[in-house]
């Protein structure tokens, strides 16, 4: 019987799963992943967690008890470090097997990889032999499924950057028929982490309330590089978070754009880089933009009457600049 190996569906999921999935597999294991995040997800992870966890990585820990519970053979729990050179995550994502390890009693069996792209392809190479003997032992057969698993994020990206979501893009990878992103006629950019936005329990169905209302969603996933880079080469000091240096490079990007019709920033209670990342944006804009930007915050309080307010009252300014309501 082939093992099975947990992915919870949970923070960098939304950016690597059909990568880490293609390289469980190869390796002959079944992947498995937690369900949709629920009400006792979230309940379970903020039961685990001290309170001034970030809800993401509460959501996290909920996802690892489902999977436990599940009763999978491992749970995939990356200590990520870096994905790209000179750029760090959160160090959140540094201790995250650590956390799950002392928060969550009998668990399966944590691959804990360390995805570290700032050390090199050495150090990654050694590491992906390191898990991958926990299947075969066989190191050319551990490669070649690291170098499709490879091949195979280049391809959900290159997805994502034709004008799909993440969920959608997983969709595209399994076979699947996504729903349609591009019915909307007001364009608005959501600065995001992922893992924010892509969880439709976690806010609220943010993107689905925005599309039912006009909107065409894009996110940071779907723009190219180059984008990203000419915004955050404006900012005045670099920022060595990965994905916030996304975020405001794309918000600095978008600042002056005749391209879209509103930014929406969305950020996590209990996020410390988002504080920051956040409090630019809201200065930036309100000094130096053009067009509408809002900011919501998500946590586990959050209420769906509230958040529907402002979307309809961000939406009906948007459609009143271009003359289609009158005040
Ligand atoms: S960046 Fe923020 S939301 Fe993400 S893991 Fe770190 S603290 Fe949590």
Redesign the pocket.
Known sequence: MREKVGIPKA?LYYNFYPMWKTFFEELGAEVITSSDTCKKIIDDGVKTCVDET????KTFVGHVIDLKEKGVDYIFVPRVISVERRRY?????LGLPDLVRNLVSDLPQIIDMKIDYYRGEEFMEREIIRVGKLFVDNTSKIKDAYEKSLKIQKVFENIMRKGFLNTEAIKIMEGKKPETNKNGDLKIVLLA?S??IMDDYLCMGLINRLKSMGAYVMTTNMMERDMIEIGASKLQKDLF?N??RDILGAGKYFIQSKEVDGVISVS?F?????SITDDLLERDYKRDGNIPYMSITIDEHTGEAGLNTRLEAFMDLLRWRKGEIMA
């Open positions: 923070l970030c809800l993401p990585v995550l959160c160090s959140k994502f982490h893992y924010d978070w994905y916030g996590a209990g996020c410390g880089p988002d």
